[in-house]
């Protein structure tokens, strides 16, 4: 299992934070974890006018961004993660953040870790159908500031 120790001589934030789920979502972060999977990413994107992109699913805005799957870099998981959900090509410009996520569905707890990377857009065209079937992808928009209603708006508002 990682642990947030390893970032604290880099120049990287770390932070931990507890978020409320159901038992589907304690039981997903576990089952990744007994697979050895026990990181997700996500990456801050900027395109050349300064702009950030973002997902807006499950009522919220969020970084694009997802699990990291066997045999994959988180490099590499942030990059694919991106293309998927926002059809955009990015450079992975390094490791902004690390945040050990514990999930809690009242009774049972599971952890991960989540690694913000810093990206630049190769391309700024949007996917018009963002996300992989199944998921709940609403739209992908380029906005000038991070979004009121965000997911880790305060990390977020930080690292830009």
């Not at 304690?26 to 973002?54: K, S």
């Amino acid at each position: 299992m990682p642990s947030l120790v390893a970032f604290e001589d880099r120049d990287v934030l770390t932070r931990r934070v507890a978020r409320e789920t159901d038992a589907a979502g304690v039981d997903g972060v576990r089952a990744r974890a007994e697979r050895g999977l026990h990181w997700a990413v996500g990456a801050l994107v900027t395109d050349a006018a300064d702009r950030l992109l973002f997902v807006y699913e499950d009522e919220i805005w969020k970084l694009p961004g997802g699990g990291v799957e066997a045999g994959e870099t988180r490099q590499e998981a942030v990059r694919r993660e991106v293309r998927e959900e926002t059809g955009v090509a990015i450079t992975v410009a390094g490791l902004a953040a690390v945040t050990e996520v514990t999930v809690t569905d009242g009774g049972r707890t599971a952890t991960f870790f989540f690694g913000t990377f810093r990206g630049t857009a190769e391309s700024t065209a949007l996917a018009s159908d963002p996300g992989l079937d199944g998921e709940s992808i609403e739209t992908v928009a380029w906005r000038d500031s991070v979004p009121e209603n965000c997911l880790d708006r305060r990390l977020l508002r930080r690292l830009r």
